[in-house]
């Protein structure tokens, strides 16, 4: 028998080591749990029905039209980039060139990936708002930059301005901020935006703001950074189309920035994806132009659902952040007796048939959320009423 040769590669592991530590993400491992046990997934955040039919035709049209169905502009197509600025315009009073200041994307992810890759050099510090979504550090660790969190902490889970003072440093290059914030449901308010917005401009910062739940603010409004002085020329705002229309199997995302910050994202996500959703940002440039009722009667159906779950989350036992805005609520296990939120969420689905996320996975320091839990209030009706009654058994 021939002798057995070593592995190729076995002299360092194969993954890269700034990935190391990610593994796979806690929605696959959550998704999969509810799917072996046939739990109601209040896990992942995606809604369990399509948006508009008319949105969806619009796609079905596109297809049979020909129009996406090859490669199309780098940019994205003019008329979905059109759309993007007139939104701005429409809802924020920001004025965007569709052909030089806005940029499409496959989802928010890309953009905030090909945001940081192109942005960030090794070393550079970026501060993130802590709990942060999963792909932020490991997009800033892809880029070779250092992650520096600035915590929110419960029970109102607000930002420590003057904690971000101090962890600005030669280094920091980047603000990474996230309003309406996942997980917490926290919205910034225009004073807060103000200070963070004296704060890059006094110290020269790039900023990065992912908004995709801009249309999901159930108590007052919602506030682009970009409108405050000094920050349009130094914002990179991301959003996307799959959490404000329910397609978030499409893929289309966008940024809006100066031109040169459009460029510089544009040159590390044209070896990302190239392009992407073709039809698709057809149809979501029409998506764009839905009247106000539309935008309106989403967020109150979505308001609803908050206060449902709320309610049912508070009668089952847990503390219950109540959020100000995005599709998910917060809540703290310890009333139940319960110190581990990653144990209680994988034993969950057995005690009660029912999934969530734990919030620790999102933080750098752990013991901030290790009771914490995130449940996603985006499903039907019925659904959030089942798994409302499951939940009474704990």
């Not at 809802?91 to 060139?97: K, Q, V």
Request: proline content about 7%; glycine content about 8%; some cysteine.
């Amino acid at each position: 028998m021939a002798p057995m040769s070593a592995p190729v590669g076995s002299d360092r592991p194969f993954l890269n080591r700034r990935l190391a530590a990610f593994g796979t993400t806690i929605f696959a491992e959550m998704s999969a749990l509810a799917a072996r046990t046939g739990s109601i997934n209040l896990g992942q955040g995606f809604p369990d029905t399509d948006g508009p039919a008319e949105i969806a035709e619009a796609a079905v049209r596109a297809i049979r039209d020909g129009r996406g169905n090859q490669y199309p502009p780098g940019p994205g197509v003019p008329e979905l980039r059109e759309a993007i600025a007139a939104h701005q315009q429409r809802f924020y009073g920001l004025s965007y060139d569709p052909d030089t200041e806005v940029l499409v994307t496959a989802g928010a992810t890309e953009a905030i990936a090909a945001a940081l890759l192109a942005l960030l050099e090794p070393g550079d510090e970026v501060i993130a708002l802590e709990p942060f979504y999963d792909s932020y550090a490991a997009c800033i660790a892809m880029a070779g930059a250092v992650r520096v969190p600035l915590t929110l902490r419960a029970p109102h889970f607000r930002p420590d301005l003057d904690a971000l003072r101090d962890a600005v440093t030669p280094r920091t290059r980047l603000l990474l901020l996230n309003t309406p914030h996942n997980p917490t449901g926290t919205v910034l308010t225009r004073e807060e935006l103000a200070a963070i917005a004296e704060l890059a401009v006094e110290r020269d910062l790039l900023v990065v703001t992912d908004e995709v739940y801009e249309h999901l603010v159930f108590e007052g409004g919602h506030t682009p950074l970009a409108s405050l002085p000094g920050m349009r020329e130094r914002t990179v705002t991301i959003s996307s189309a799959g959490k404000t229309f329910s397609f978030t199997g499409w893929k289309v995302g966008w940024i809006t920035a100066p031109p040169a910050l459009v460029s510089a994202v544009r040159s590390a996500k044209q070896f990302l994806t190239y392009v992407s959703s073709g039809p698709f940002q057809y149809a979501v440039a029409e998506a764009l132009a839905l009247p106000d009722t539309y935008y309106d009667d989403f967020r109150a159906d979505l308001a609803a659902k908050r206060d449902l779950l709320t309610e049912g989350l508070t009668a089952a036992g847990f503390q219950v952040f109540r959020p100000q805005g995005t599709y998910f609520i917060t809540t703290d296990i310890s009333p139940l007796g319960e110190k581990d939120g990653l144990a209680f969420c994988r034993a969950l689905p057995e005690r009660c048939g029912v999934v969530a996320i734990p919030n620790q996975v999102f933080y750098d320091d752990r013991e901030a959320g290790a009771t914490q839990v995130r449940w996603a209030f985006c499903k039907k009706t019925g659904v959030l009423r089942e798994a409302v009654d499951r939940l009474r058994a704990l």
